[in-house]
């Protein structure tokens, strides 16, 4: 089984070897890529770190406690994009109708298209998030148990779910939507940057859109609640970030029916 499964996946590790080496042959534009995207990361720390400094206490949430929301959410956001972001490019594959190319091929197509490249400069971010998020375990008074551990490891795989299904579900729209990507951006952007602030000072119309239909507030923030032993906002329940796994599966399915949903209303970019 592991041969025919090793077999079956190699055009495609062939494929994202070929992407890596060739952005690692050009040394000097790797290192400024790597360092540039660091540097927007690190921006985005140091505004929540500038924001909190001035008014010590949002939502409940001092500084200390941000900063974990910020790391699992930033980790695990870097580690969708770099694996599935570049479905952002789908739009300029319709336009010039090179997704046809993909058609000729006898693999699926949405593996074809997460595939065909990786962004290896986004891991300079990731590290941003992964540095933050090991400073808020240590800054906090965590209890580490078996459960605690547990929760941040579901917390971290559930959040790089329900990232990846915005870019698929985003990518399922392209089909739509012409000229249309900052509709798309808006949640997807929009989430991920939702997902790094304390969700209890949402009104109700925010929690609708990025606590449940898109559940940005299960990617780290309920998760990091538990963690920190604080309340949860609003009446719910302590322990619903347990239920991050479920919400992840709800945006993986969501994700699934726009994908398919775009693959059947697409006839082809008419080359």
């Known amino acids: 089984m592991a041969e025919s499964l090793a077999a079956a996946t190699r055009p495609y590790r062939v494929v994202l070897a070929s992407r890596m080496r060739s952005q690692r042959s050009y040394r000097t534009s790797f290192r400024l890529d790597l360092l ?3 540097l927007i990361g690190f921006v ?37 994009d770099m694996v599935v972001g570049h479905c952002d490019e789908l739009p300029h594959y319709l336009r ?10 006898p693999q ?25 998020m090991v400073a808020a375990f240590v800054w906090n008074d965590i209890d580490w148990s078996v459960s605690a551990v547990t929760l ?17 579900s985003a990518g399922g729209l392209q089909f739509f939507l012409i000229n249309g990507a900052e509709m798309t951006n808006a949640y997807v952007y929009g989430g991920k940057y939702a997902a790094t602030q304390p969700a209890a000072v949402w009104n109700r119309p925010l929690w609708a859109i990025f606590g449940f239909f898109f559940p940005m507030a299960f990617t780290a923030y309920l998760p990091a609640l538990i963690l920190l032993g604080l309340p949860a906002p609003h009446g719910l329940p302590d322990w619903i970030g347990w239920l991050a796994p479920v919400l992840a599966l709800w945006s993986a ?14 006839q082809g970019g008419g080359g």
């Not at 595939?115 to 290896?120: A, F, G, H, N, Y």
């Open 36 to 38: 540039s995207t660091f």
């Open 44 to 80: 985005e720390l140091a505004e929540v770190w500038v924001l909190f400094h001035a008014v010590g206490s949002i939502g409940g949430m001092e500084l200390r406690h941000i900063l974990l929301v910020f790391g699992l959410a930033e980790f695990a956001y870097c580690l969708a």
């Open 96 to 105: 010039a109708g090179t997704l046809d190319v993909f058609y000729l091929r």
């Open 108 to 132: 699926p197509l949405l593996l074809q298209l997460i595939t065909c490249d990786i962004s290896l400069r986004r891991l300079a971010r990731a590290t941003v998030g992964l540095g933050a």
């Open 152 to 168: 941040v490891m579901i917390s971290l795989v559930s959040g790089f779910v329900m990232f990846s299904s915005l870019f698929v």
């Open 253 to 266: 399915t969501f994700a699934g029916l726009c994908w398919r949903w775009g693959v059947r209303h697409y």
